[in-house]
T-cell receptor
Framework: AQTVTQSQPEMSVQEAETVTLSCTYD???????LFWYKQPPSRQMILVIR??????QNATENRFSVNFQKAAKSFSLKISDSQLGDAAMYFC??????????????????FGQGTILTVHP | GAGVSQTPSNKVTEKGKYVELRCDPI?????LYWYRQSLGQGPEFLIY????????DSGLPNDRFFAVRPEGSVSTLKIQRTERGDSAVYLC????????????????FGPGTRLTVL
C-alpha cells in the first residue's frame, strides 16, 4: 500500500520570504502522480501543483515549485515570495496512474497528514 | 454552478441516527470520489464511482456506510446507526475522465459536509 508522510505539522514564514514543506512517500509503482493541495479554513481543497513521476523536470507554477527526488521518494514544495493568502493547511498527495486488469484507472488519492502554514506580516 | 457542491454544509445528529450526505459533481464529470477527513488529518479515501457503478469501495470503514450514484451524476453517502467516531468532514470530488491520464483525471473538490455525531 502507498503511504505519504509529512513530518512537519506546522511551519511559519515571514511575508515575502521563502518556505519549503517536506513530503516523503512510499510506493512500489513506477507510474504515478504527486500533488500538493492547499486547504484554507473554508475547507475547499485547491490543487497547487502536480508532478508526473516519469518527468525528471521539477514542476513550477508561478511562486510554487517542487523538488522531486524519485529515488529518494521525496517531494517538497517551495513557496517563494510568501503572501498572507498562502496561509492554509497544505497536503501532499499520491495517485497511482496505472490501470487494473479491467482497464480502469485507480483514481483515488492518498494524502499525508498535512502541514499548517502560517504567514507573518 | 461551476464547481462541486455538497449539502448540507453542516449536519448535527444524535448517535444511532441515519444521515444522508449529498454531492453534486461538476456537470459532465464521470468519476466521483468520497473522502473522509478527521480533525487535523488528511482526507482518507472511501469510495469512487465510474458512472453509476462503484469501481472501488475499499475505503468504506464498515457496512454502516453506503453510497449510491443512480443516474451517474449526483451521489449520496448514507451512514446508518451513526457513532461518535463518524464525526468528520466528508469531502466529495469529481473528475472528467477516469480512464485517461494527465489533467483529465484532476479531481475537483467540494467544500465538504461537516458531520457531528453527539
Amino acid at each position: 500500500a502507498q503511504t505519504v508522510t509529512q513530518s512537519q505539522p506546522e511551519m511559519s514564514v515571514q511575508e515575502a520570504e521563502t518556505v519549503t514543506l517536506s513530503c516523503t512517500y512510499d510506493t512500489s509503482e513506477s507510474d504515478y502522480y504527486l500533488f500538493w493541495y492547499k486547504q484554507p479554513p473554508s475547507r475547499q481543497m485547491i490543487l497547487v501543483i502536480r508532478q508526473e513521476a516519469y518527468k525528471q523536470q521539477n514542476a513550477t507554477e508561478n511562486r510554487f515549485s517542487v523538488n522531486f527526488q524519485k529515488a529518494a521518494k521525496s517531494f517538497s514544495l517551495k513557496i517563494s515570495d510568501s503572501q498572507l493568502g498562502d496561509a492554509a493547511m497544505y497536503f501532499c498527495a499520491y495517485r497511482f496512474q496505472g490501470a487494473n486488469a479491467g482497464g480502469t484507472s485507480y483514481g483515488k488519492l492518498t494524502f499525508g497528514q498535512g502541514t499548517i502554514l502560517t504567514v507573518h506580516p | 454552478g461551476a464547481g462541486v457542491s455538497q449539502t448540507p454544509s453542516n449536519k448535527v445528529t444524535e448517535k444511532g441516527k441515519y444521515v444522508e450526505l449529498r454531492c453534486d459533481p461538476i456537470s459532465g464529470h464521470t468519476a466521483l470520489y468520497w473522502y473522509r477527513q478527521s480533525l487535523g488529518q488528511g482526507p482518507e479515501f472511501l469510495i469512487y464511482f465510474q458512472g453509476t457503478g462503484a469501481a472501488d469501495d475499499s475505503g468504506l470503514p464498515n457496512d454502516r456506510f453506503f453510497a449510491v450514484r443512480p443516474e451517474g451524476s449526483v451521489s449520496t453517502l448514507k451512514i446508518q446507526r451513526t457513532e461518535r467516531g463518524d464525526s468528520a468532514v466528508y469531502l466529495c470530488a469529481s473528475s472528467l475522465l477516469w480512464l485517461a491520464g494527465g489533467p483529465y483525471n484532476e479531481q475537483f473538490f467540494g467544500p465538504g459536509t461537516r458531520l457531528t455525531v453527539l
